[in-house]
């Protein structure tokens, strides 16, 4: 059997948001796993709580942390990024277009505990998915509208992919996975649910969508750690050539 081998972490967060660590610390913990690459995305402003504080200036702060640790040229390089949120039924996200692109990695998250675009599309999409999140209550209408926003969110930014989809969150999944494939977006298996999302890769396989597995690791020590993504994509047999983070040898 061929030797599969991570060269990269594409989401993991720092104290800029939820995280316990350091942009330097995250480096060292991707150091320690061999990766050549590791992505900082924390999370963009509408997470509640948590979210990136005037993301112009915060996010030039950490673009000069992350080339500090560059020009040492020491392994992994370094990638800005952020966990952008969609905030509105139409696929709108939390950061700026004209940000996004100075951005080396867009992830694009449906999480239900963010601040709306408008009123409207806190009633009648975030908070639902907050109410369903605890209920076995199950609505068509809140899913269609959950996948068209994601849907349109794939089609309107430049998202290299969509994080945990289906994390608590009704969807489409064959119809977000064919928006992404058309916009050649791949789609994440989160290595903090990977007991929950496997019933999501299994139904956006047929499309051959892409993957890139992540740790979204909260603390240093979980950088890299991307085992248990590598393992149920084992377990479903989705051809490894498929995972973008993944190389052989
Ligand atoms: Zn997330
Ligand atoms: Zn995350």
Request: proline share 5%.
């Amino acid at each position: 059997m061929a030797n599969w081998s991570f060269f990269a972490d594409w989401h993991t967060h720092t104290c800029y948001s939820d995280g316990k660590g350091s942009i330097a610390a995250n480096a060292r913990a991707g150091q320690v796993r061999s990766l050549q690459q590791v992505a900082i995305t924390d999370h963009a402003p509408a997470s509640l709580g948590v979210g990136l504080k005037q993301p112009e200036v915060t996010l030039q702060q950490m673009r000069t942390e992350i080339e500090a640790w560059n020009k040492t040229e020491v392994t992994p390089q370094l990638l800005l990024g952020a966990e952008t949120n969609i905030i509105s039924q139409q696929g709108d996200l939390d950061l700026p277009k004209r940000l996004l692109k100075d951005l080396d990695v867009v992830i694009a998250s449906l999480h239900p505990l963010v601040k709306p675009l408008t009123l409207k599309d806190g009633v009648s999409m975030l908070l639902p998915n907050l109410v369903q999140r605890y209920t076995p209550l199950r609505s068509r209408k809140l899913r269609n509208i959950n996948t068209k926003a994601m849907v349109e969110a794939v089609y309107r930014y430049p998202i290299d992919f969509v994080a945990h989809p289906g994390l608590w969150i009704d969807i489409d999944t064959l119809e977000l996975a064919n928006a992404c494939v058309r916009r050649g977006t791949a789609l994440e298996i989160n290595c903090r649910h990977t007991d929950i999302l496997a019933g999501y890769v299994q139904a956006a396989m047929p499309t051959g969508v892409d993957f890139v597995i992540s740790s979204d690791a909260h603390e240093p020590s979980l950088v890299g750690d991307l085992d248990a993504g590598l393992e149920l994509a084992r377990r479903l047999q989705l051809p490894l050539e498929r995972i973008r983070n993944l190389m052989k040898g």
